[in-house]
T-cell receptor
Framework: AQSVTQLDSQVPVFEEAPVELRCNYSSSVSVYLFWYVQYPNQGLQLLLKYLSGSTLVKGINGFEAEFNKSQTSFHLRKPSVHISDTAEYFCAVKQAGTALIFGKGTTLSVSS | GAGVSQTPSNKVTEKGKYVELRCDPISGHTALYWYRQSLGQGPEFLIYFQGTGAADDSGLPNDRFFAVRPEGSVSTLKIQRTERGDSAVYLC?????????????FGPGTRLTVL
């Protein structure tokens, strides 16, 4: 069975600092990996996804993630965060023809 | 075009009552998914449809939960004999198909509160 572990429930950072949100997954087969963002009182929005090919994936709003098969990780990074990046971030895994399996989420709080 | 819409946005009901939650997917999307998000948790898969049929209903917690999609577009999630533990945000998503390349677009959710 697939599962996703987000290692940090809350990550507080100052504006313009770099940030990394950690995600590990477990699966016995090939999977596809996603990061979603949920702003307060809004629906989930796709940030980026890894399906195949280059292990470094770039997404919207300056975020990127690196797929590491040997460590079964898919950590999300941004070199310089803004106040507007404050939100809940979810890592998710999927196999073809199945639904998404989400982690519990990481709350990113950016302060000035 | 219009995104995924869900109605109602909020639903308050009493323990033991029956509720229906509606999802209107993006036009043309053949795959439709229901998830449940409890406070402080990530979305949890309930059921997904490919067309009119339920392709995977393994996430439904028990037989009080049922979903339909009779014409392959709008879907209704039905909960019988609601319990306080059913309180959560119910999310609907749709995609062109269920294949790996197809992004799931999420609706804003229905917040269900069972008193």
């Amino acid at each position: 069975a697939q599962s996703v572990t987000q290692l940090d429930s809350q990550v507080p950072v100052f504006e313009e600092a770099p940030v990394e949100l950690r995600c590990n997954y477990s699966s016995s087969v090939s999977v596809y990996l996603f990061w979603y963002v949920q702003y307060p009182n809004q629906g989930l929005q796709l940030l980026l996804k890894y399906l195949s090919g280059s292990t470094l994936v770039k997404g919207i709003n300056g975020f990127e993630a690196e797929f590491n098969k040997s460590q079964t990780s898919f950590h999300l990074r941004k070199p310089s965060v803004h106040i507007s990046d404050t939100a809940e971030y979810f890592c998710a895994v999927k196999q073809a023809g199945t639904a998404l399996i989400f982690g519990k989420g990481t709350t990113l709080s950016v302060s000035s | 075009g219009a995104g995924v819409s869900q109605t109602p946005s909020n639903k308050v009901t009493e323990k033991g009552k029956y509720v229906e939650l509606r999802c209107d997917p993006i036009s043309g999307h053949t795959a439709l998914y229901w998830y449940r998000q409890s406070l402080g948790q990530g979305p949890e898969f309930l059921i997904y449809f490919q067309g009119t049929g339920a392709a995977d209903d393994s996430g439904l917690p028990n037989d009080r939960f049922f979903a339909v999609r009779p014409e392959g577009s709008v879907s209704t999630l039905k909960i019988q004999r609601t319990e306080r533990g059913d309180s959560a945000v119910y999310l609907c998503a749709s995609s062109w198909t269920s294949g790996k390349n197809n992004e799931q677009f999420f609706g804003p959710g229905t917040r269900l509160t069972v008193l």
